[in-house]
C-alpha cells in the first residue's frame, strides 16, 4: 500500500399545609391566601415533566455473550473467488467479537450489522448517524509487515459507510497512524494511493502494541455531506465529503485483514 507519512426542571409543586380549626363559616367568607380556589371544572393540573435528552444513542452493544447474531458476512461468493476476501471466523471471546482465523495471504473481511436498531430493513443506515467501538489487536499477527498491513497489530478499523466489498470509508489504526480512507473501487493487492485516496490522517505516538484498547468513531451526514472523525471520544477532524458520501442503501460493517482483532461496546447513534 502507498502511504504518505505524516508526523454536552423538573418543576415540584410543593402543597402548604396549615394545622388548626376552621369553622364552616370561616371556611365560606374567606380564602386562605396563596391557595387557589376550588374549581372542580378547573382543577390544578400537575405539570409535564420535562423530557430528559438524549444523545441519539439507538444501540449500545457489548459482547458478554451475544450480539454476533446482528452481524453477517456481506461479500458474495462470486468475489471471494479471486482470493482478495476470506470468510473469517468470528467468536464472541472474553468479553469480545473476535477474528480468530489466521491470514493465508493479504485479503478482507467484513461483518456487515443487520440488527434492527436504525428501524429500517436489514441494518441500512440512515441520513445522519455516527458508529463507534472499541477495537484491539487481542493477540500477535502471525505474518510480517510485508505480508499484512499493520503488522503486528494489523488493521483495527471500522467502516461507517459500507456500499460494497470495493466501495466504502474505512477508518483504520496501524501501529504508527490513523487514516480515513475512501475505498473506490479498491480491492485488497491492489495499490491503494494515499494521494488519492486518504482522506485525513495522523501520526499514532507512542506506537500501537498488542493489546492497546482504542475507540474509534465516524459520524455520516449524507444531506450536509459531512463526516466527522472520532478518536477515543474526541472529535479530531470535520471533512467535506461531497461527491463521496451517495444518497443510496448503504450500511455499518466490521472488519479485519487477517488479524486478530476485537470489538467490544459497538454503538450507533442515529440523528434526526
Known amino acids: 500500500m502507498k502511504r504518505r507519512i505524516s508526523g454536552f ?32 371544572k378547573n382543577p390544578l393540573i400537575a405539570p409535564t415533566p420535562t423530557p430528559k435528552p438524549t444523545d441519539g444513542t439507538v444501540l449500545d452493544l457489548g459482547f458478554e455473550g451475544s ?18 476476501f476470506f470468510t473469517a471466523n468470528w467468536k464472541l471471546d472474553g468479553g469480545e467479537l473476535r477474528q480468530t482465523l489466521p491470514p493465508t495471504q493479504p485479503s478482507l473481511t467484513f461483518l456487515q450489522y443487520v440488527g434492527n436498531a436504525f428501524g429500517t430493513p436489514s441494518g441500512q443506515a440512515p441520513g445522519h448517524y455516527r458508529v463507534e467501538a472499541d477495537v484491539r489487536a487481542y493477540q500477535e499477527a502471525t505474518v510480517s509487515p510485508d505480508e499484512m498491513v499493520g503488522s503486528p497489530t494489523g488493521m483495527l478499523g471500522i467502516i461507517p459507510y459500507y456500499l460494497d466489498s470495493t466501495h466504502y470509508l474505512l ?23 494515499a494521494e488519492k485516496y486518504q482522506l485525513w490522517h495522523q501520526a499514532i505516538s507512542p506506537s500501537l502494541k498488542v493489546g492497546d484498547p482504542l475507540r474509534l468513531g465516524v ?34 460493517s466490521l472488519v479485519s485483514n487477517g488479524n486478530f482483532v476485537g470489538y467490544d461496546n459497538f454503538k450507533l447513534k442515529k440523528f434526526e
Not at 9 to 30: E, H, M, N, P
Not at 67 to 81: I, L, S
Open 9 to 40: 426542571s423538573r418543576t415540584a409543586l410543593a402543597l402548604v399545609f396549615f394545622s388548626g380549626f376552621l369553622s364552616l363559616s370561616s371556611l365560606a367568607g374567606c380564602q386562605t391566601p396563596g391557595v387557589p380556589p376550588k374549581n372542580p
Open 67 to 84: 450480539g454476533q447474531e446482528q452481524f453477517v458476512d456481506p461479500v458474495p461468493p462470486a468475489a471471494k473467488a479471486s482470493g482478495k
Open 171 to 193: 477508518m483504520v489504526a496501524t501501529p504508527n497512524e490513523l487514516a480515513l480512507w475512501n475505498v473506490d473501487g479498491l480491492a485488497p493487492q491492489e495499490t491503494w494511493d
Open 219 to 252: 459520524e455520516v451526514d449524507i444531506k450536509a455531506q459531512r463526516i466527522k472523525v472520532f478518536f477515543n471520544g474526541e472529535m479530531k477532524e470535520v471533512l467535506d465529503a461531497k461527491g463521496i458520501l451517495k444518497d443510496q442503501d448503504h450500511y455499518v
